[in-house]
């Protein structure tokens, strides 16, 4: 082997810098693991910047090569963070900066600064405080960083409309990929339901889980959901001796769902645990899965409960209607309607062949459209294609 040979083999693979606000229990975060964990290690490596922190939900890494680092910005405008970014760039040397959605959309800047040569942007879903896409302050932030980022990742064709329609992005800058779901992990259940820890229920039939997992924050809207549930119960009492309900995440919400669920003489009926860790396991538990949302870009929790062959009722907004496919893998609902939302969970309660089968038909269609090598291979060609330009 000559020496040029050997220095070839000897070259590590291009590193990618994923900049993201915080490493927990999220979408978003979800989607980045999955994409470490299955591209090949030849092609590329991988480092995470957090701009907050990261959490125990790291351990799902299971590459040993993929370095995790904390910035630990301030809340508000945190100069300082953008020099320690700055810092950590040139020490890195990564040949693609990926950032994800508004909150480190910023960092851009500095990956030019710090002469990264390839810079790509995802946007994975909306904001807390820009559900809509409506703040002309934020269209405008991305519409500057625009000249310097090279590829524009949306997951849902609501948020590609977005940025051509709103922002101005051209569109050969856009390429579009929706999540895969890990088939692996999330499986559909065989034989009798086999409780977790911590959970309080017994499973027999004819009972009815109907769950749903997510930060439990303003945008997410479990409380639909919740005032659902206590109104389907309230009318009926022989549905109330056979639903049960989980929620499966942390946040503000948490207290207020449990105080009016105790309020109704439901806490015996329902389980509200915060963060849990073993999320197929839960869902496999769940009969109907429910996404109440006020907005989304591409929910991986819906394409969790489709690849657990659950039924799924979600929110008629942002990339829901890309997944569930109304009347036939599930049934989409109004936003913030209660009443709309305690008729669909009856359709199912009621009719349960119908139930079963917008599950399978869900659960097959997991499987052809929404692979998670295919996701891996579309990133990896977006990333091949920027390489060969240098």
């Not at 669920?261 to 329902?270: D, F, M, V, W």
């Not at 829901?320 to 009856?346: C, I, S, W, Y």
Request: aromatic share 8%.
């Amino acid at each position: 082997m000559q020496a040029s040979e050997l220095s070839s083999a000897a070259k590590p693979a291009p590193l990618v810098a994923h900049i993201i606000y915080r490493l927990g229990v999220g979408g978003l975060e979800n989607g980045l693991v999955n994409l470490i964990n299955h591209m090949p290690e030849t092609a590329y490596r991988h480092a995470i910047i957090c701009l907050k922190d990261s959490t125990d939900f790291q351990q799902r890494i299971q590459r040993a090569d993929v370095e995790v680092y904390s910035i630990h910005k301030r809340e508000g405008q945190d100069w300082g963070s953008l020099f320690r970014v700055y810092r950590l760039l040139r020490q890195l040397r990564p040949a693609i900066v990926h950032s994800r959605n508004l909150a480190a959309i910023e960092y851009q800047l500095v990956a030019w600064l710090a002469g990264v040569q390839r810079r790509v942007h995802g946007e994975h879903g909306w904001e807390i405080f820009d559900p809509d896409g409506s703040n002309v302050k934020y269209q405008w932030l991305r519409r500057m960083l625009s000249p310097l980022i090279d590829r524009f990742i949306p997951l849902s064709k609501q948020l590609q409309s977005y940025l051509t329609d709103q922002v101005g992005v051209k569109p050969e800058k856009i390429t579009r990929i929706c999540n895969g779901v890990d088939t692996a992990r999330f499986f559909p259940l065989e034989g009798a339901k086999k409780s977790v820890p911590g959970c309080p229920f017994t499973f027999a039939l004819p009972d009815i889980v109907i769950g749903t997992v997510g930060r439990m924050h303003g945008v997410k809207d479990q409380m639909t959901l919740v005032k659902a549930f206590v109104q389907i119960c309230q009318r009926n009492e022989a549905l109330k001796q056979r639903l049960k309900l989980i929620l499966i995440g942390d946040g503000p919400l948490r207290q207020e769902a449990i105080a009016l669920l105790g309020a109704h003489q439901l806490k015996e009926n329902s389980w509200l645990p915060g963060e849990q860790t073993d999320i197929p396991a839960i869902m496999r538990l769940f009969d109907i899965f429910v996404l109440p949302s006020q907005a989304e870009g591409i929910s991986n929790t819906i394409l969790e409960a489709m690849a657990t062959a659950l039924p799924v009722i979600a929110t008629d907004v942002g990339g829901n209607p890309e997944l569930v496919q109304a009347d036939k893998t599930g049934q989409l609902t109004p936003a913030g309607d209660f009443e709309a939302l305690a008729k669909r969970l009856l359709t199912y309660i009621n009719h349960a062949e119908v139930m079963k089968e917008h599950a399978a038909q869900g659960y097959h269609r997991a499987l052809s459209e929404f692979s998670l090598s295919a996701m891996v291979e579309r990133y990896q060609s977006v990333y091949d294609s920027l390489i060969q330009q240098d």
